[in-house]
């Protein structure tokens, strides 16, 4: 089903696994800081890796889900939760590199999820919110299992927002037929390079509004 | 979809709208509270307003469901959860007010949520409990997503119990062809009356039993 | 649905509702502890039985999932929670017959979900990974319901393990077609006796590792 999806639009399914295990990376990471056990870690790590995917197969009716039936993902999940599992120590210290690999993993599921979502008959808001949940929703259910409140809710970065306007340039190109490749591959590079720049340039999201209404 | 539902039941599709609202703004307040950022206000406001809805349609294989697909319902979540980010400090004094819309939307979305579920073949107790998971889901995914544990689980009010007595009653007359459109109505303002009766008279449910058979 | 599989492979039904029975009273035990109200203690009951069987449902397209579709299992689910809701003092003290009689559950849940994934038509990995959701969904569900971290995850004991070797075997000797009735007994049997075995010898799950890699 994936597989269908990469070969029509020629993103290398090379980044879509890099993207698996850099969010496996980052689950099993969560795990090991909640001491859970080396069972527990790879499920946090298969969670945080595929969980976006999960989400958007459900939601469009995709099922199973690739995040259980294919076994490719799946063995890139639990190598990501493995490799964290034995290297963490080391892996914290390259933190700043995780959250670039993590960016382009974003980038790269927004707009997948996007266009499976256009794929199976979703309306074009439909599809665009699929894309954004296929970006961020690996990183909310690890959240969930380890009864956090979800990151991308609460820390002011500039994470879900360039997901959101790279879901939606994706749904406004292809419905005027004129995304192909070359604007797939755009996108996916201007979500990344967005996410990157909010990063080094620390924009951030507002919080609770404090302003003149409150009075 | 949602559409056509309410087209069959002539229940004023201004009155569903008015309760995504209501549910976004509990939703957006519970985020205020959370101190998330104004993308995690909207998304807990969105999850408030829609999570019930969601949670039917993916429970019935109505997928995409209408949390994600259909525009008026997103964008009416959204200012629902707008309103709230900027008049939060005014709008928590008007509370009582919150609540009595809140019971109005419990009761709209059991009925409706109900009739979906008949409508998408489900049998009869499935369809009375999705109209309830219908009613209540948007706040558990709200506590959820806030790391709580779902207040309609622990509060002790009469909050599921009026939802889960008119969702029955919707099936039992619907399954014997007498619920038209006056049965839809008088049952929303039943479940309503109820709901509002417990407010006031603060009758409760009890919590773990202490009695006899615990000595 | 459910009905179906169980006349197929002869496991006694009487078993799955007891495991529903016994998922339910783990499930409601949680929700005295954390002082829910009698709604919700029910509701963490439902939850705890019925909830690995309805998101295998979920992730095999089997909707509405046996969970709210099937009165049997819900009036047991619903039966086994008032149970613990009355008698929750005594019980307690019968722990360790409660966590022998929850070991019979899951390998029953296991199995049959493995099963009831090959009958929809997953993949042999979906149809395992689905079956050992089955096993461990019902706890995961009822910890994320009372805001826990999901036992499962995090405490060091065999429980999915057991669960993986039985929904494993099931998938590979149903994929030679020599699984039949036999079979299907005799992994049930052995995933009961891995999980027993386990707790009485104290076998364990390691935590993160501090190894070599780690300096």
Partial sequence: MMRDVITEIPLEPVLEIGGVFVGAMAGALAGVRKQLDAFGILVLGWAAGLGGGMLRDVLIGAVPPVGISDWRFIVTAVLGGTVMYFFHPRLERARRFIVVLDAGALALFTVVGTLKGLEYGATP?????????????????????????????????????????????????AEQGVLGTAGSVAIVLGVFALRVAALRLRLSVPGPWRGKAGL
Same sequence: chains 1, 2, 3.
């Fill in 125 to 173: 808001v439909a599809a665009a919110l699929v894309g954004v949940m296929t970006g961020v929703g690996g990183g909310v259910l690890r959240d969930l299992l380890t009864a956090e409140v979800p990151v991308v809710l609460q820390d002011r970065q500039l994470y879900a927002t360039p997901a959101l306007l790279g879901a939606t340039l994706t749904v406004v190109l």
